[in-house]
């Protein structure tokens, strides 16, 4: 059966995005269900196409892609309407219909305002993500990353803190400055890979196929300076965009500012998939289109991810806002992935594509627990808050297993990913695995740190008062926890469908020498 799964999959929440604003915006109820039953079909679909990956035949070399679409969209510059997915995409393609999925589900019909524009902006999100997932075709690639900034720009500054306004300015400059950038890299590779019969073409399969016709000359400026060739121009453009968006230290300014003034319902989503994207473009495009450059490089990037892990975890041991400790935490574990994936093995890149998966589950059920006890206590001042564990005993025990799980405790989902990449890190270089393994410490420190703050000691003005999670709240909180023990004692699906993706893309960035253009 040949059935458009993969637009189902974009135009279910865009079409219910639609069908939205024909509902009268006090039905919340209306409003809500519709929400929650187009991102669940969603969920469903990517749960079917995943799991009817492994019986189906690819497409072929370079890249083996399944349940391909292609249509004609902009032939007169070979501009297609082409669509797939293989290990890398299917695994965080499930992952963004589950965070999605929990965001529907944890918004409040009471407490939000105007829901169902915020839910409309939130099903066109997840079209956009969706999208940048699933394209085979640059400039269709191009197009969904730089739309899922217009709803999430709407949903970031018009949701949350009082300073909302200013953080996510920083955000959006930083963006599309970098994708400013990879447009332009883009346009390059368009005139400069051309297929065997001479013609220009955005498509990826097509693209890897095609030698670069232009001279990779030096690039000189004042007194015969050496910097780069071209084709290590465009990929620092390219590389700047993704590093922006995981982002790794330097550029990680922009987060911890818009976390700490995003809502949780909005972080489960933005946090739990939207930085991921940099560290899939990094796979998908970095070590496909630019193998050459990204071993060149390898060595730089690298040191900059093991800067992100130092560094997230020492400003989280400096914070007392709740929201900002788990920013600088997701800094340092999203600083892991971007180790293993420049470590250029087999084994740093599958266990990155699985830590993709486990900070994403980790750091949504964390956000939702810094929101379900802001709400309680009206405070996410560290200081003001302890014996959690007395009033809250449900939150205490999910909080304990999120913790476990933050810091790569042996048995729960972040040790396997953590410590796959360390391995491809060792292959690299054993220095860069020490240094990461200074950060496991650092993560031990700060996680436990905060957890015996929160919930032991006697209970104090601010916490004597509360009342547990309800059984709503222990519901979405529940497979999120459930993941977190399943993955961390049995990872092999995840590892078994990013696995031929992974050896595939190890491949191809290893079919140039560093130095080779």
Not at 57 to 74: K, R, V
Not at 100 to 112: M, W
Not at 327 to 353: E, K, M, P, R
């Amino acid at each position: 059966m040949n059935a458009p799964w993969l637009t189902l999959i974009l135009v279910i929440p865009a079409g219910a995005a639609i069908l939205l604003q024909l509902v009268p915006r006090r039905m919340t109820g209306a409003v809500k269900g519709i929400t929650v039953v187009a991102t669940t079909a969603v969920a469903v679909l990517v749960g079917l196409v995943v799991a009817w990956m492994p019986g189906r035949a690819g497409s072929g070399a370079p890249l083996t892609m399944f349940f391909q679409e292609q249509h004609d969209w902009i032939p007169a510059i070979g501009a297609g309407y082409h669509v797939g997915v293989d290990g890398l995409s299917a695994t965080l393609l499930a992952l963004n219909a589950g965070v999605f999925l929990i965001g529907s589900l944890v918004v409040s019909r009471k407490a939000t305002e105007r829901l169902r524009f915020y839910t409309t902006l939130l099903l066109i999100t997840e079209t956009a993500t969706s999208g940048v997932l699933m394209s085979l075709d640059l400039l269709l690639f191009y197009l969904f990353w730089e739309g899922m900034l217009v709803p999430l720009y709407f949903l970031l500054s018009n949701y949350g803190g009082a300073n909302r306004g200013r953080a996510t300015l920083k955000f959006i400059i930083y963006t599309v400055a970098g994708s400013l950038l990879m447009l332009v890299a883009i346009i390059w590779i368009y005139f400069d890979r051309r297929t065997g019969l001479g013609q220009t073409t955005f498509d990826l399969e097509s693209l890897l196929s095609a030698a670069p016709s232009q001279a990779a000359s030096q690039v000189y400026f004042i007194a015969k300076v050496h910097t780069f060739t071209p084709e290590q121009l465009v990929f620092i453009c390219f590389a700047l965009a993704f590093a922006i968006k995981i982002p790794i230290v330097p550029f990680h300014t922009w987060l911890p500012d818009l976390y700490e003034s995003c809502p949780p319902a909005v972080l489960v989503f933005f946090a739990g998939i939207v930085s991921k994207l940099g560290a899939y473009g990094f796979i998908r495009y970095g070590l496909t289109l630019f193998a050459g450059p990204v071993s060149y490089f390898k060595w730089f990037l690298a040191a900059l991810a093991v800067l992100s892990i130092v560094y997230g975890a020492m400003m989280a041991l400096s914070e007392r806002d709740l929201k900002r400790i788990v920013a600088y935490a997701s800094i340092s574990h999203l600083g892991f992935i971007a180790l293993g994936i420049f470590s250029l093995t087999q084994n740093g890149v599958n266990g990155a594509i699985l830590q993709m998966v486990n900070h994403g589950i980790i750091i949504a059920a964390l956000f939702l627990i810094v929101g379900y006890i802001e709400a309680r206590a009206g405070t996410r001042d560290i200081r003001e808050l302890s014996g959690l564990e007395k009033r809250m005993p449900w939150l205490y025990a999910v909080f304990l297993v999120a913790t476990l799980a933050g810091l790569g405790m042996p048995g729960m989902n972040s040790f396997v990913g953590e410590f796959t990449i360390m391995l491809g890190a060792f292959q690299l270089h054993w220095i860069y695995a020490v240094l990461a393994g200074g950060g496991v410490i650092l993560a031990c420190w700060y996680m436990l740190r905060l957890h015996q703050r929160l919930v032991h000691g006697a209970p104090n003005e601010r916490t004597e008062r509360v009342h547990d999670l309800g059984r709503g709240e222990l519901l979405v909180l529940a497979p999120l926890i459930a993941l977190m023990i399943f993955l961390g004692v049995f990872p092999r699906p995840v590892g078994d469908l990013a696995k031929p993706a992974v050896a595939t893309y190890v491949s191809l960035a290893g079919s140039q020498p560093a130095g080779s253009q």
